[in-house]
């Protein structure tokens, strides 16, 4: 552990330090590894305790939905907000602030999304594996409407992410030579 120097920044330590620090966009691979974790959790949970839980009603997964829409109009606002510079500290811009809570909002989501998208296709592996059961096969409907929600809120929660980008972020002219370092949010 290293303690922070009193007397400033020490000029040995390279800005690369800072450059690991920096917020980046959200990586595709990171939410499929979320989603498969979720879906062989849920899948594990569901196989021993099916006939605990309630019947899956067709409604259950319609709250990503709503959120979904939600960061898509956002999303829509922010890039038309950025695209006629309406960013800053003024009344009535959009306050780099909330640009950033946006952000946070996004990644969030995105997480939420590809957890729940994991978690509706684990269960309905385990619904599709046992087919002849009534109410497995009724259960089933709700599991794919769980599971398109998840899908279209981690596309709503990029979306969002994307259009909270600054324009005149430096980084996103170097995208094209260094494509392991994606631009930062704003």
């Avoid at 920096?22 to 569901?46: C, E, M, P, Q, S």
């Avoid at 019947?55 to 006629?84: D, T």
């Avoid at 002849?132 to 969002?160: K, S, T």
Wanted: contains cysteine; hydrophobic residues 50%; negative net charge.
């Amino acid at each position: 552990m290293t303690l922070p120097n009193p007397l400033g920044p020490d000029p040995s330590h390279s800005d690369d330090d800072g450059e690991r620090h920096k917020l980046g966009f959200t990586r595709i691979r990171d939410l499929v590894l979320v989603a498969v974790v979720a879906g062989v959790a849920l899948w594990i949970l569901i196989h021993y305790n099916y006939g605990a839980f309630p019947s899956l009603q067709w409604p259950s997964g319609i709250s990503l939905y709503v959120l979904a829409a939600l960061e898509g109009v956002i999303g829509f606002v922010v890039r038309k907000r950025v695209a006629e510079k309406e960013v800053g500290p003024a009344k009535g811009q959009l306050h780099p602030i909330n640009a950033a809570r946006l952000v946070a909002l996004a990644k969030a989501s995105a997480i939420l999304g590809a957890v729940a998208t994991g978690g509706w296709t684990g269960i309905l592996v385990f619904l599709l594996q046992n087919g002849i059961l009534e109410a497995a096969r009724a259960d089933r409907v709700g599991a794919i409407v769980g599971l398109v929600g998840g899908v279209v809120l981690v596309a709503a929660a990029l979306w969002l992410e994307h259009c909270c980008r600054a324009p005149d972020d430096p980084s996103a002219d170097n995208a094209e030579t260094a494509p392991d370092s994606p631009p930062a949010p704003a």
